[in-house]
């Protein structure tokens, strides 16, 4: 019986147009395939068109005899310029054959190693201008590529110089050719009604069109009055004879098909090896095991000399990368062919003749069936030693398939390795943005978008400076140079021993900790420098200590540090760190109980192991525990005294490293936009979800992504608050200053403050600095030595006695003490100094891209503690969840995706069982997961069974959702709601706790564990642990489990199949 192929539900007129995002269509497909699966169907403005995603359903198109190419849409619009060229050529146009036959062998292998010379000459031009430019640039790796590729396929078929590498804009050609394809892809989805009316568009579409023209007749012309005695492709076309017909091509289709086809080759070729290159580069650099073992690769084959042919050949390493990169992003994503006969496809479509596809390699290549549950991660190592050939056929198709494949498959591939390797052997590359991760962009091609990178010449000398744990929190938009930060001078003429401060952080503790230690470096005789992890990979300081802060992230390392991570486990050799004096404190958090500091622990064995000196022992400080802050305190206090005995320097006290200078007085009132940044989302929706009897609020919000921003359900949304305002009020009020007040910062030791520039007080306060963290105990001895009151200093030493109880538990801040303490003479450069920069806030995405890819929603839990009396008059309040508690619709946040742990998204196959388990707004990702499963259903798919194990107070107070959304998916039978209300167990089966629920509900969960569930716990380090030991209670019920055995099955199932997130 033959499977009607799904549609979604179509406009008048327009079909399903609307459904495709303009800027992004890909992203468009993909949300489709997700939700519709291997197949389904769109009407483009009255055309029906079969998408196919799965691998099984290309294979099948891939038949020459029953399906053919055809010229879709898009590609309709850029015959306007190619005409009948060989890219955009009808299967039955005369000039196709004629075309194909003569450029084929200029194409050929033989020929490609003819370019050699033309190609290395464009590569080292980008070489040469990566290491000029040092490595304070930075790179746009898409712009450059494009100017490498442009330049090279000019040079090599046309011996054409268009030398982009010597302006800094692209060349007129590449930006007319990237607005024209992208305004054909608009085209071909534009009704002609609307096309009409859009005179300006179509002016500027022509424009561009004929520059491209212009300048490709012009290239034409020259070489007919210069011509040279070269077999490149323009002689090959200008002169050349089909070898079946003795035809050349005629004046007219001369012409038509040299500017025509001069620019389809250009943009099939160019556009998208450079697209290759961009994504391979990303793609090394988010998995620096693959950077570090294609380095070794590159370094063993060349011994250090220029990059030859036959180096290429040995290089199988190099070759699975660019495999891998393609698969996962195949620059030209979608191929269209039409049937030529009906036929039942699969067994179970039925295909009328004339019907015309869309294949989707993108999904194809990400298909699990094929590629494994791993399919979406980059692996090189799956197309090494035979894996690839032994891939079923048609698997990966990047390059076509058949008849039509692409000619330029054997020139792209010998420049991409080229270029490749030219920079893997010359350059240690990091991300400008650690945190970024892929968006894209798409004209006919795929490019990464905001992909912005810096290089470093391998053998040049040490070079660090400060860049931020986080893009939000970079001191510039991307894109422009970076400026290096100041760095900590010797202030008495006698030099001053160096030291290197690095961290690796991601939400901006381990930063402000090192921060923190750059800074007092000067106050204790050291000249310091500070900088990423990352930014250190394969160097050695040996001319002054080196002291590393860094965390851990699911036991791996913060995106700043993984590559130097990487390269001291695998890369560094045994005696690597001979003469390095080093110490390490690790920022951790006890929740993670197997991982827990595993990276800084295993970076100061390393250092040790492989010949390093270590001045004391790792510090640790545990982030869920109660002195987190004084245990960095005391272990920076132990590190001073060790080493400036080490390296007889002298302490002296405080030292006022940072001035502020008041530059003007009561003008500015508007608050300083504080980033011109592009990652700007819009609030769209914010409102309270608890009734007005619960004692906490919960909200939830709704944002407006910036543009080209995708999301998966599970990931979260990064957002950079600012301090609520009337804690920002207190703050300039105690200073005696008025909001609208200038001043100019400016810091002989490194710092994350706005330097050198007029800031007012408002702004300055509001954004840079967190006013509301605990004293800590260093604070607390700094505060005492700035006051002669007797009585204040016996009360300060009181709260160090206490620590725990009297300033951290109730977070008492230095604000709250000086408030408290009018005798305590801080000024405002002290103040500043003692307080951690603005930190980053992570949330759990509440939303399924498939309800909306531009929107994003949060489940917001509003923090607010009690006044202190003695302390604080006022409530606490929590920085990010009030901030965002008081956003209004219309209101633009800085904020950012980030990915969650690859564990935490739902199962590829929708039939998995999946069983939730969680508390008040750790709801917030369930609600992604069970949206992402309704709206599966909801177009006609087979989903398993969601179980939610939800706990909170009562149905009269924070049963979140239950009555809009989570009712109707209950209703649709998408998922299975089991409650557990603390404060009203009688309406929850008795069952007080989400533990107690689950062990009311065993025979289900058991079922469905059975079936091969996916668990996911999400809410309070609490709720894990008792979630945790329900699971294994149960598993010593069901089956006859001792303690020790069901703790170790648990603990292996955890691994496999579970994924919990703990909102610290
Ligand atoms: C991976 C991840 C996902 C997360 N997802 C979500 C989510 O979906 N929804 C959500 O609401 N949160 C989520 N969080 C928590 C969120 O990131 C913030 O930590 C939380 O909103 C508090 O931030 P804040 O800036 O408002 O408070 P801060 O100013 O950072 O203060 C928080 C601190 O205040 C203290 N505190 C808490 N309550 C009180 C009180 N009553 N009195 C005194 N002190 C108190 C705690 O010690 C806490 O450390 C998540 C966290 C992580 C790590
Ligand atoms: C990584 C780089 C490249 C990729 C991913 C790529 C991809 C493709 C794909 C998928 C097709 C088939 C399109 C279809 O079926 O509609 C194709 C065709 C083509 N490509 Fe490429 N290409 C690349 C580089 C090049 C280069 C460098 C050139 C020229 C120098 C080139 C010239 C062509 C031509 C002429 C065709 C049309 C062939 C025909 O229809 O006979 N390509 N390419
Ligand atoms: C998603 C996530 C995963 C974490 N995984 C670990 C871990 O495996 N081991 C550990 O010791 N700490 C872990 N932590 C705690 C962090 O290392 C800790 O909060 C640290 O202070 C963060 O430092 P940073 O702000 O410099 O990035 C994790 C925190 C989060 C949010």
Redesign the pocket.
């Known amino acids: 019986m033959s499977v009607p192929i799904p549609q979604p539900p179509t406009i008048p007129f327009l079909g399903n147009v609307l459904a495709i995002d303009k800027e992004l269509p890909l992203g468009s497909f993909g949300l489709l395939a997700k939700q519709y699966g291997e197949i389904y169907q769109l009407n483009l403005l009255g055309r029906i068109v079969y998408f196919v995603n799965s691998a099984e359903l290309v294979r099948e198109l891939s038949d020459d005899k029953k399906f053919q190419?055809i010229v879709p849409g898009s590609?309709n619009e850029v015959r306007s310029l190619a005409g009948d060229g060989?890219?955009t050529?009808h299967a039955d146009e005369p000039n196709?054959a004629i075309a194909?036959r003569l450029?084929m062998p200029a194409?050929g292998t033989a020929n490609i190693r003819n370019m050699w010379d033309d190609m290395k000459d464009i590569c080292s031009q980008l070489i040469l201008k990566w290491s000029r430019f040092g490595p304070d640039y930075v790179i746009s790796p898409t712009d450059d590529f494009t100017r490498l590729?442009l330049d090279t396929?000019a040079l090599c078929?046309m011996n054409y110089r268009f030398n982009s590498f010597y302006s800094e804009t692209l060349p007129p050609f590449c930006e007319a050719m990237t607005d024209f394809l992208k305004e054909c892809n608009a085209r071909a989805n534009r009704p002609s009604i609307v096309q009409a009316l859009m005179t300006s568009t179509t002016a500027k579409w022509e424009a561009d069109r004929k520059l491209m023209i212009d300048v490709s007749s012009e290239i034409v012309k020259h070489r007919r009055h210069h011509p040279i005695e070269k077999k490149d492709l323009l002689n090959t076309m200008l002169y050349g004879r089909d070898p079946k017909t003795g035809q050349g091509l005629d004046d007219d289709a001369i012409t038509k098909n040299v500017s025509g086809d001069s620019s389809?080759?250009v943009l099939?070729?160019?556009e998208?090896?450079s697209?290759?290159l961009s994504f391979a580069t990303y793609h090394l650099l988010k998995n620096p095991e693959c950077l570090i073992r294609l380095r070794k690769e590159v370094d063993d084959v060349t011994q250090g000399n220029p990059i030859t042919l036959e180096h290429l050949a040995k290089m199988p390493y190099l070759n699975a990368v660019l495999r891998e990169a393609?698969r996962l992003n195949?620059?030209?994503a979608v191929?269209?062919v039409v049937a030529l006969e009906d036929c039942v496809l699969a067994g179970r479509y039925s295909v009328k003749k004339g019907q015309g596809f869309a294949i989707n390699?993108h999904e194809a290549h990400h298909d699990h069936k094929v590629w494994g549950e791993d399919a979406d991660e980059f692996k090189p190592e799956r197309m090494l030693d035979g894996k690839f050939e032994a891939m079923p056929p048609e698997s990966w198709?990047?390059?076509?398939?058949g008849?039509?494949?692409?000619?330029?498959?054997p020139?792209?591939?010998q420049?991409?390795q080229l270029v490749l390797a030219s920079i893997i052997q010359t350059f240690d590359l990091c991300f400008n943005n650690p945190g970024y991760t892929l968006e894209i962009k798409q004209a006919l091609t795929l490019k990464p978008k905001d992909f912005y990178i810096r290089a470093t010449l391998r053998s040049d000398a040490a070079h660090l400076l400060s860049t931020p744990s986080s893009s939000l929190l970079a001191p510039k938009a991307a894109g422009q140079p970076a400026k290096a930060q100041v760095e900590a001078e010797a202030d008495d003429g006698t030099p001053k021993p160096k030291m290197y401060v690095l961290y690796g952080s991601n939400t901006g503790t381990s930063e402000s900790f090192a921060q923190r230690i750059a800074s007092d470096a000067s106050s204790h005789g050291f000249k310091a420098t500070i900088g990423t992890m990352d930014q250190s990979t394969g160097r050695v300081f040996t001319d002054g200590p080196v002291v590393i802060i860094t965390a851990s992230f699911e036991g791996d390392p913060a995106d700043n540090a993984a590559q130097a991570v990487q390269w001291l486990e695998q890369g560094a050799s045994d005696a690597e760190f001979n003469g390095l004096k080093y110490a390490v404190f690790g920022c951790g958090n006890r929740d993670w109980v197997r991982t827990y500091q595993r990276i800084p622990t295993l970076v100061d064995e390393v250092l040790e192991k492989k010949g390093g000196t270590r001045l004391l022992p790792r510090g640790e400080g545990d982030a869920a525990g109660s002195s987190f802050f004084e245990d960095f305190d005391a272990w920076e206090a132990e590190m001073w005294s060790v080493l400036t005995k080490e390296y007889n320097t002298v302490s002296k006290k405080v030292e006022e490293t940072l001035t502020v200078e008041t530059t003007k007085s009561g003008t500015t009132r508007a608050s300083e936009l504080r980033q011109p940044d592009t990652r700007l989302g819009t609030v769209t929706q914010n409102r309270v979800l608890t009734k007005p009897s619960a004692s906490g609020i919960k909200r939830h919000l709704e944002f407006a992504l910036p543009e080209g921003v995708s999301f998966r359900a599970g990931d979260y949304l990064a957002i950079l608050p600012v301090n609520p305002p009337e804690l920002v009020k207190r703050a300039i009020a105690h200073f005696g200053l008025s909001p609208e007040e200038e001043v100019t910062l400016s810091s002989s030791s490194p710092s994350t403050l706005p330097l050198n520039r007029p800031i007012n007080i408002q702004s300055l306060m509001s954004g840079y600095v967190e006013l509301s963290q605990p004293a800590s105990t260093k604070d607390l001895q700094v505060l005492s030595t700035l006051t002669d009151d007797a009585a204040t200093k016996s009360t300060l030493e009181g709260l160090l006695g206490d620590y725990k109880a009297s300033v951290l538990t109730k977070r008492i801040s230095v604000l709250d003490i000086l408030e408290a303490h009018k005798d305590i003479k801080v000024s405002l450069s002290t103040f500043l100094r003692l307080l951690p920069p603005m930190r980053i806030r992570q949330y759990s995405i509440s939303s399924s891209p498939l309800a909306d890819p531009q929107h994003a929603t949060l489940t917001v839990s509003i923090v607010e503690g009690a006044p202190v009396p003695g302390h604080r008059d006022v409530p606490f309040l929590g920085v990010a969840s009030n901030y965002l508690a008081r956003l209004q619709p219309g209101e633009r946040v800085q904020l950012m995706v980030k990915p969650s742990g690859t564990q935490f998204h739902p199962p590829s196959d929708l039939s998995t069982p999946i069983l939730m388990f969680c508390a008040g707004s750790g709801l917030a990702p369930m609600r992604g997961f069970i949206q992402e499963r309704a709206k599966q259903k909801e177009s006609g798919r087979e989903v398993g069974p969601m179980y939610l194990f939800f706990g909170c107070r009562s149905p009269e107070e924070d049963y979140l959702y239950s009555e809009d959304d989570l009712a109707e998916w209950v209703k649709n039978g998408v998922v299975d709601v089991r409650p557990a209300f603390s404060r009203a167990s009688e309406k929850s089966e008795g069952c007080k706790y989400v533990q107690d629920r689950i062990w009311h509900d065993r025979e289900d969960v058991m079922k469905a564990y059975n079936e091969g569930a996916r668990f996911y716990v999400c809410g309070s380090r609490k709720v894990a642990t008792g979630v945790q030991k329900v699971c294994i209670d149960m598993l010593k019920e069901a089956e006859k489990l001792d303690d020790e055995e069901a703790h170790r099955i648990w603990e292996k199932v955890e691994q496999e199949r579970g994924a919990s997130d703990i909102f610290e």
């Open positions: 190419k590609l060989l890219f050529a196709w194909h450029l194409f590729t396929i078929s389809s080759h099939s070729g160019h998208t090896t697209g290759l393609i195949p620059t030209a191929r269209a390699n198709q990047p390059f076509g398939f008849m039509r494949a692409c000619i330029g498959r020139f792209a591939w420049e991409a």
